[in-house]
């Protein structure tokens, strides 16, 4: 059964710092991979998915992803964040004619001035 | 335009009533799905549904009752409500597969906040 960790329950940055979400996943063939966000009090949203092709995907709101098969992660990354990136981050995976996404405990990430 | 909504946004019940939410989407999807987050944010699957036909049923008690009148409906309905039913249930909609090789997005609804007293 495919299944998703996301090791750090809460992850506090500074504004303006650089940011990396962790996420592994268990699944036997090629897995399709998301990462949603939910803002406090809203539904989820789509940041960006990986199916196949190039292993560092672009996403909304200047978030990038890499899918690294020999370390089976999909670590969501951005740069520099802002204070609106406060909220809570899902790690989801499916895989290829199924369409139940499986999604992670998430992470909920604090900004700090 | 609202692309998946939910009615109602937030529902308090007392304990063994029965209750329904609603779901609507205006984007012409196929499938649409209901998921149950608890208190920790654990987000789980309960059903999904393919052209008004029952394609997931991931083991939710029998209490639980998804019915689709059409393929942009998918309602839940809720019997002899329990303390342990209190969550927040998404509702989302995905597109029918263009290539047999990815599965589509799914697109949220705001979520309805159920609390059972």
């Known amino acids: 059964a495919q299944s998703v960790t996301q090791p750090d329950i809460h992850i506090t940055v500074s504004e303006g710092a650089s940011l990396e979400l962790r996420c592994n996943y268990s699944?036997?063939?090629?897995?399709?991979l998301f990462w949603y966000v939910q803002s406090p009090g809203q539904g989820l949203q789509l940041l960006l998915k990986y199916f196949s092709g190039d292993t560092l995907v672009q996403g909304i709101k200047g978030f990038e992803a890499e899918f690294k098969r020999s370390q089976s992660s999909f670590n969501l990354r951005k740069p520099s964040v802002h204070w609106s990136d406060a909220a809570e981050y899902f790690c989801?995976?499916?895989?290829?004619?199924?369409?139940?996404?499986?999604f992670g405990t998430g992470t909920r990430l604090t900004i700090i001035p | 335009d609202t692309a998946v909504s939910q009615t109602p946004k937030y529902l308090v019940t007392q304990m063994g009533n029965d209750k329904s939410i609603k779901c609507e989407q205006n984007?012409?999807?196929?499938?649409m799905y209901w998921y149950k987050q608890d208190s920790k944010k654990f987000l789980k699957i309960m059903f999904s549904?393919?052209?008004?036909?029952?394609?997931i049923n991931e083991t939710v008690p029998n209490r639980f009752s998804p019915k689709s009148p059409d393929k942009a409906h998918l309602n839940l309905h809720i019997n002899s409500l329990e303390l342990g039913d209190s969550a927040v249930y998404f509702c989302?909609?995905?597109?029918?597969?263009?290539?047999?090789?990815?599965?589509?997005?799914?697109?949220f609804g705001p979520g309805t906040r159920l609390l059972v007293l």
């Open positions: 549904y393919n052209n008004k036909e029952l394609i």
């Open positions: 984007l012409g999807h196929d499938t």
């Open positions: 989302a909609s995905s597109p029918p597969r263009t290539s047999g090789l990815y599965q589509e997005t799914q697109y």
């Open positions: 699944y036997g063939a090629t897995p399709y």
């Open positions: 989801a995976v499916s895989n290829f004619g199924n369409e139940k996404l499986t």
